[in-house]
């Protein structure tokens, strides 16, 4: 049994009167431990299904299963705790007037209980950060630093899954790579599940053996990673991987 099953997950939003499909069917599961890769343009759907997935809104149709179990619209405590999302904007996921510290603090006892207190050190170490940088400001962190703290932040709640909404877009390729192999030992160390999202076919092929392929709400392509760069069999894949060739 999957760990997390999507059952035609359909989502449409109105705008001025008309009806706009943001996803329309998908279909997918994802393993115990696996880094699965959602790759597509801008309005394709990606960061949309990241939103239901964290409870943030609820599916028109369709439903999630976590160990085989619907995850109701009202999820519990310790369903919300299983997933955690990891935003593109890490910076502006903090809270400004408050120290990285006491907003990794807050998010665990509202997650865990008033009594939970994370082990800041333990955190710092894991994300490979001095813990004197958590008493700083976010404006008073580089790009890098704050997505490893957000990486903290959610990893501190022990999810089962960890949702990455485009989470290197903003990064230089340096860090980028940093980035990805934090994220990798980390989801190996904690046995963690993640979905990676990116705009990015060879970004996604440095982390994740298996890739959707998402265009206008639907998804067109899946496979292991390898297969679907190395012989994509849709026309619109053949476009995302032609676009990174032409950019590069």
């Not at 239901?52 to 160990?67: N, Y």
């Not at 989470?167 to 993640?194: F, G, N, P, W, Y």
Request: glycine share 6%; proline share 4%; with cysteine.
């Amino acid at each position: 049994m999957s760990l997390l099953e999507a059952r035609d997950i359909s989502k449409s939003y109105r705008r001025n009167g008309l009806r706009t499909d943001a996803l329309r069917d998908v279909r997918f599961t994802l393993d115990d431990g696996e880094i699965l890769g959602i790759v597509g343009e801008s309005g394709s759907g990606k960061s949309t299904l990241l939103r239901l997935l964290s409870g943030l809104e609820k599916p028109d149709r369709g439903e999630f299963l976590l160990d085989g179990k619907p995850l109701p619209a009202k999820r519990t405590k310790e369903q919300y705790r299983a997933i955690q999302m990891i935003f593109q904007d890490a910076p502006g996921s903090f809270q400004p007037r408050r120290r990285v510290a006491a907003s990794i603090r807050e998010a665990v006892k509202s997650l865990c209980g008033r009594a939970a207190e994370p082990d800041l050190d333990k955190l710092c170490a894991l994300v490979g950060l001095s813990p004197d940088l958590a008493q700083r400001y976010p404006r008073e962190l580089s790009g890098g630093q704050c997505q490893r703290f957000a990486i903290a932040r959610a990893v501190a709640a022990s999810p089962r899954i960890l949702l990455c909404d485009e989470i290197t877009s903003a990064l230089d390729v340096s860090t980028q790579a940093q980035v990805l192999r934090l994220l990798a030992d980390i989801c190996r160390e904690k046995h963690m599940a993640a979905l990676f999202v990116s705009h990015d076919l060879s970004v996604v092929s440095c982390l994740c053996s298996r890739v959707l392929v998402l265009y206008e709400g639907s998804l067109v392509e899946e496979g292991p990673v390898r297969r679907v760069i190395g012989a994509p069999e849709e026309a619109y894949t053949k476009r995302l991987l032609d676009s990174v060739l032409e950019v590069r």
